[in-house]
């Protein structure tokens, strides 16, 4: 069984950029909502399938597993709700855990935020300077949300 234990936080400035290299990634939702969510993403030429759980305290059941891509871009472009979430992902090592920030792009450009993983809920791990309020709770900031109301949408 796979736990997903993350952390997710708006990032304060743009020093973490001078700190890793991104990735790009497309992904879309087949399914989401307050239920389980069924994930399609690429990350270059790599295909992922990902079911997760409803988010619980903090935690939630996540399943991950490789297809072929050209499986996974004829879902994306063919099934998933859009639009797509497009973003580059910034791996960034800090104090023992790796930060993972993600800069949005189309519908959801201007957003960016940083997500860390854990073994454990009440995990203790130093947050670095760029890193500002948690947001984890909120299901606005949720991927699978940015389908339905994309960061263009939001109002101040």
């Known amino acids: 069984m796979g736990l997903e234990i993350e952390k997710k936080f708006l990032i304060t400035d743009d020093s973490w950029r001078k700190l890793g290299s991104g990735k790009d990634y497309c992904q879309g939702y087949l399914s ?3 239920g389980p969510s069924l994930r399609i993403r690429t990350i270059g030429e790599r295909g992922i399938i990902t079911v997760k759980g409803p988010n619980e305290g ?3 059941l996540e399943f991950e597993y490789d297809i072929p891509y050209i499986d996974a871009q004829e879902m994306l472009e ?3 709700l ?3 979430i497009e973003k580059t992902r910034y791996k960034i090592p800090f104090a023992g ?5 993600d800069e949005f792009k189309g519908e959801n450009a201007g957003l960016i935020f940083a997500e860390i993983e854990l073994d454990a809920v ?3 791990f130093e947050i670095p300077t760029w890193i500002g309020e948690e947001v ?3 299901p ?3 991927n699978a949300s940015l389908v339905s109301y994309p960061y263009s949408q939001w109002s101040e």
């Open 82 to 84: 859009k639009p797509l």
């Open 78 to 80: 063919k099934l998933c």
């Open 136 to 138: 984890t709770g909120d």
């Open 122 to 124: 009440d995990q203790t």
């Open 97 to 101: 855990f790796i930060w993972e920030v």
């Open 32 to 34: 989401s909502g307050k």
């Open 140 to 142: 606005k900031y949720y």
């Open 58 to 60: 903090g935690k939630r």
